[in-house]
């Protein structure tokens, strides 16, 4: 197996400021795939949003703010830690058959650790959170794994999840129906401004830009349609599946979002 890339491009001229989450191309910013994604969805008036939650729950709009600001800002925080985790777990043992040597025993920690040698098992570790900015069509990007079958080849993109993906807490593949549609093209695919469906056109765009990019010669634009795209959720409460996380297999609509690059870049 050769050298697992964890954090790195190739590219001289690309650069990454992560705390500000900001790609550049030779001093140039460019835009990320989640900036890219946001032009489908409306906007988000949380000020409007939160006078009528707290005039529906009959408490104060400036308190259920902070609460909802501290809410956020924890989920973002487990979500960083959970990332963490599957790296320290990769670069305390680059195999994946030994334990995480930092001292690390929290719950959610041992469920990471147990989910990378599961996968040890049947795949290996190409790539992990490896940042890139686009060849053709210059948008920032960072997928969480890159796996490939030991034994047939089958490559696979998987993203971590760690909030809330559906109006049951969980990953099933069932949506709120209430719902705003997002925008055209993917308006008339009946897709909705849900965790469920903004993954599935997340993993689809990470696919496309992937099959493009001149120093991946693991996958080709070809291979789309045979390359699975996962989600791993781990949610806060490891209770709500056996094993502290599920992976579910995610649609593909990379000709939706092909279409929609040539015409929204």
């Known amino acids: 197996m050769g050298e697992i890339k964890i954090n790195k491009t190739t590219d001289v001229g690309d650069h990454f400021d992560e705390a500000k989450h900001q790609y550049t191309r030779d001093g140039v910013p460019k835009s990320s795939a989640t900036q890219w994604l946001s032009q489908f969805y409306s906007e988000f008036d949380s000020e409007k949003l939160v006078r009528i939650v707290a005039k529906y729950q009959k408490v104060n709009h400036i308190q259920l703010k902070k609460l ?29 058959d030994t334990s995480i040597e930092q001292g690390e025993e929290s719950p959610h920690a041992i469920v990471v650790q147990n989910l990378m040698k599961k996968l040890k098992e049947t795949y290996e570790i190409l790539e992990m959170e490896v940042w890139r900015i686009a060849y053709i069509y210059e948008l920032g990007f960072t997928p969480d794994l890159v796996l490939r079958h030991k034994i047939t080849g089958q490559i696979i993109i998987a993203d971590f999840k760690t909030t809330k993906f559906t109006d049951n807490e969980s ?15 993917f308006r008339a695919l009946g897709m909705r ?19 493009e990019e001149p120093s991946i ?49």
């Open 217 to 265: 010669t693991y996958m080709q634009p070809e291979d789309l349609a045979n390359i699975p795209r996962w989600v791993i959720h781990i949610p806060q409460n490891i209770d709500k599946y056996e094993n502290g996380y599920e992976i579910f297999n995610l649609p593909i609509i990379d000709d939706v979002v092909l279409n929609a690059l040539s015409e929204f870049i």
């Open 68 to 96: 909802w600001k501290a809410k956020g800002t924890k989920g973002r925080a487990f979500g960083d830690y959970i990332h963490s985790m599957a790296e320290i777990y990769y670069l305390a043992c680059k195999e994946m």
């Open 193 to 211: 401004e849900v965790p469920l469906d903004k993954a599935t056109i997340q993993l689809s765009l990470y696919a496309v830009l992937m099959s």
């Open 171 to 185: 990953y099933k593949l069932v949506k709120n129906k209430n719902a705003k549609l997002m925008k055209e093209p």
